[in-house]
């Protein structure tokens, strides 16, 4: 999480734009012998997409990362379509923030409109050559506890438009979970998963979840950039739009950190000594030609000229473009006056009421005055082209010549000059001596500086501290011992001997000191405990799921058929080790049809004979 420091303790944003995936060829061994599983880590930050696939060739790790956003414009260019970008296309996020959509809410997929157009991005620069299908099984990771309808969901984008042969739906935690289980580890553990959207306490019971004790706060890394913008937009008012998040995010990851002790934390952040030495300075981009103006009088008079000139080339081009929209107007007046010279009368009647005129007396004045104003151009260019160049120097250059009847162009030229005096003002004599450099009242590059103190603190306790920002939900500590007290004690130091720490949002430094300091606090005296970071926080899903794949890829266990689906619906289940607990929609049982016949029968029965004896 460090990054380079810039020279007096400073930190420059990198503002690096995202790169496009490229176009990938898939290797002839994820076909032969059989297909090989595709791996989806289906984040609500990131989708991760690779091949599980013994092959040496074939690397072990994901091919594609992007994030999970899609962006679609409204098709303003040119008159032309929808364009849509997915992932790491977008190039840069900012100028298209208002546009971006995510297909989850909170990290449950839910559109699955722009789902699909990940998966399409994803399946197509991965290089699946399959013709209007995917012919591999896909494994893809979900949250704990996915509702059954998104599941249904997303069995039926993967069955129906992407005709999948099977799939394994996993909890992204349990497999971190597996995949860094070591020679020793205890079967059972405390798994604590903070990501982009959510944080879970997932308790695991000889390896398998116990679901109905799982919990989740709903902070995490987002609620947490969108927490630093305001702080620092409030304390830097005046760099609203250049506190993007963006670089917010980029602060978070690589400047904040988890305080052991909170309190104890901020009180040492008291002293101006800790302050100078733990601040962070973040300087933002910004231009040196705002310090000043250090011109000469040379140079201004250079300036002054260039000026002239662009003006001048730029009535030019006005009197150009009018005297050809003229000419054009005036070779079509001259047109119909023929048709009336050659005796076309009719012709010559209809071209008069196109025109919007009444006689041939208001054709000819209108050729006139149209022949003069063209003449007038015609001079007024000659006399640009063969002008002395102005004086700007000692005297107020003088404007072009103006049409002595006040004719609209000239007008113009005069409106363009005006804008322009305050450039063409007389210089005084005391001006010719030598300009001193005007020096700025302050460092231009210390008020486009951000200072990062106490945010960088702050902004992570929120997750232990979520009425920080105004939730009212517990942290993550009284979660944790929430969790715990619905065991016995045996199966509370069972639990706790395995605390697992997984997802991005635990990467913060101090995360794992942290927790072992709550649970010191929150167990018995003398009691012990062990807590464990994920060797790779955020790749560790997809590998485990790779790791499951590969296990199971010639096994029925916990893979999802086509025959599956359609005889036991898409928000059907196939339980594993890594897997979510299958609750069935349980739907209350309806009555036997004959039965109903029979009392439909019955209530029918007597009416004929009613109204035949109403009859």
Known sequence: MATAVAAGGVFAFRDTRWEPDPQLEASPAVRVPQPA????????????????????????????CFRSLVARSRGARGGAGVE??????????????????SPFDRNVP???????????????????????????????TEAVCTPLYSRQMMSELLFECYQVPKVSYGVDSLYSFYHNKRQGWPCSGLIVSSGYQCTHILPVLDGRLDAKNCRRINLGGCQAAMYLQRLLQLKYPGHLAAISLGRVEEILHEHSYVAEDYREEMA???????????????????????????????????RRQQQLRRLQELNARRREEKL?????????????????????????????????????????????????????????????????????????????????????????????????????????PEAEKPVTTVQPVFNLAEYHQLFIGTERIRVPEIIFQ????????????????????????EQQQKLVQNVFLTGGNVMYPGMKARIQKELLEMRPFQSSFQVHLASN????????????????????????TRKDYEEKGGEYLKEHSASNIYVPIRLPKQAPRTAEASASSKVLGPAPNNASEQT
């Open 466 to 489: 979520p009425s920080l920002i105004g939730e009212e939900q517990a942290g993550l500590a009284e979660t944790m011992q929430f969790v715990l007290d619905r065991y016995p004690k």
């Open 324 to 428: 050809q929209l003229d000419q054009e107007r005036l070779d079509r007046l001259l047109y119909v006056q023929e048709l009336l010279e050659d005796g076309q009368m009719e012709q010559f009647h209809k071209a008069l009421v196109e025109l919007n005129m009444d006689s041939a007396e208001e054709l000819q004045s209108y050729i006139h005055k149209l022949s003069m104003a063209i003449e007038q151009t015609k001079h007024r260019i000659l006399q640009a082209e063969v002008s002395v160049e102005v004086d700007v120097v000692d005297s107020k250059p003088e404007t072009p010549d103006l049409d002595p009847l006040g004719s609209e162009q000239s007008m113009d030229d005069v409106e363009s000059m005006n804008e322009f005096e305050p450039l063409f003002a007389e210089e005084q």
């Open 37 to 64: 599983p595709l791996v989806l880590d289906n984040g609500s930050f990131q989708l991760r997409l690779g091949w599980a696939c013994p092959d040496p060739e074939v690397l072990a790790e994901p091919l594609l």
């Open 84 to 101: 849509t970008q997915v992932g790491n296309d977008l190039g840069s996020p900012e100028p298209l923030r208002w546009l971006l959509r």
């Open 110 to 140: 839910v559109q699955m409109e722009l789902q699909e157009l990940l998966f399409d991005h994803g399946f197509q620069r991965l290089g699946v050559s399959s013709q209007g299908c995917v012919d591999h099984p896909v494994v893809v």
């Open 268 to 302: 040492k952040w008291r002293s101006p000594e800790y302050y100078e030495e733990n601040v962070h300075k973040m300087q933002l981009p910004f231009s040196s030609k705002l310090l000043g103006s250090t011109l000469t009088s040379e140079e201004k008079q250079e």
């Open 537 to 560: 926080p955020v790749l560790d899903t997809w590998y485990g799921a790779r790791d499951w794949a590969l296990e199971y890829m010639n096994r029925e266990e916990g893979w999802i």
